[in-house]
């Protein structure tokens, strides 16, 4: 590898070892530092792969403060590997305000492709894969899980979580309250590794297995639900439209749709939203 001094993003493996790339190796081996998520962790990965290059933590509660000094590393002129515990940096780890930093300071930000759960995950599922949300942990306590679940109720997307043993259960009964039982839902379970596991069938019958097999609560899971079915909205009359641009010269659009509405017996939202799309 030719030497660049950058900050090289170096994804890690998820689960089977053999999933790192030679790149990734060699990188970690020709840095002068390898910032690790949890040094100890990431301990054990080095050792397995022969890598003796000096790390320091880099986590949630230092790394505005490491940032800096890892700047100062680059500016000296020696290259920096950022990995988190498992998987590709930033994706629900660490690292976004490390690499905004770095690039601020003048520096190559330079990523490897690799593991990452998320698209492992929705690679296997089944699910539409040509529009998809990754939404990351959702929030610990059920208001809030509530309130992120309500929001994405509508979301046409096919909808990727990450969620952790402890929590698989509440979170898949706010999925199953919030954004619907009969909803088609897959989770995939210890990815690459040698339990690995898909569950697949509605929001319902997934909570179902889980529930009944507490295997299945174990290890890290990636939950993936269909997105909102597409309603196609039914064409207004002519006359509605009609209507509506007659009272929208004398009055504001929303007091005109709801004029029209009651007239013709229409809603008043699908009418407000088609006098925006022609500009009254």
Same mark, same amino acid.
């Given at each position: ?8 993003i ?13 790149r ?6 020709? $840095?002068? /530092? !390898?910032?690790?998520?949890d *040094?100890?962790?990431?301990?054990r990965?080095?050792s #397995? +792969?022969?890598i003796?290059t =000096? ?24 290259? $920096?590997a /950022? !990995?988190?515990?498992?998987? *590709?940096p ?5 690292g976004? #305000? +490390?690499?905004n930093?770095? =690039?601020?300071?003048g ?10 759960a ?14 998809f949300s990754f939404e990351?942990?959702l929030?610990a ?19 990727i979580f990450?969620?952790?043993p402890?929590?698989?259960?509440p979170?898949?009964q ?10 088609k ?15 697949s ?30 309603v196609?909205?039914?064409a ?8 509506l641009?007659?009272l929208?010269?004398?009055l504001?659009?929303?007091k ?18 088609h ?6």
């Open positions: 590898m030719d030497q660049v001094v950058a900050l090289y170096v994804p890690t493996p998820i689960g089977n070892l053999g999933d790192i790339s030679s990734a190796i060699e990188i970690l081996n020709q $840095v002068n /530092l !390898i910032a690790c998520e *040094t100890r962790h990431s301990g990965l080095l #397995h +792969l022969g003796k =000096r790390t320091t933590a880099v986590h949630d509660h230092n790394e505005r403060e490491k940032a800096s000094w890892i700047v100062e590393q680059l500016n000296a002129g020696g290259s $920096v /950022l !990995i988190s515990d498992a998987g *590709t930033l994706i629900s780890d660490p976004y #305000h +490390l690499v930093f770095v =690039r601020e300071a520096f190559a930000v330079i990523p490897l492709p690799g593991a990452c998320a698209i492992t995950a929705l690679s296997a599922s089944g699910l539409p894969s040509d529009r990351g942990f929030p306590k059920e208001k809030g899980r509530a309130d992120k679940l309500k929001a994405l109720r509508e979301d046409t997307r096919t909808l990450y969620e952790s402890h929590r698989i259960l979170s898949l706010s999925i199953q309250t919030h954004l619907g039982g009969a909803r839902m897959v989770m995939a379970r210890e990815l690459t590794k040698t339990f690995e596991t898909f569950l069938g509605s929001v319902t019958e997934v909570l179902q297995q889980v529930e009944s097999d507490p295997n299945q609560q174990r290890g890290e899971m990636v939950l993936m639900t269909h997105g909102a079915e597409v196609e909205q039914e207004l009359p002519a006359e509605s439209i009609e209507t641009k007659i929208c010269s004398e504001p659009l929303k005109a749709a709801a004029l029209t509405a009651q007239i013709h017996g229409l809603k008043k939202n699908a009418l407000y939203k006098g925006l799309e022609i500009g009254l």
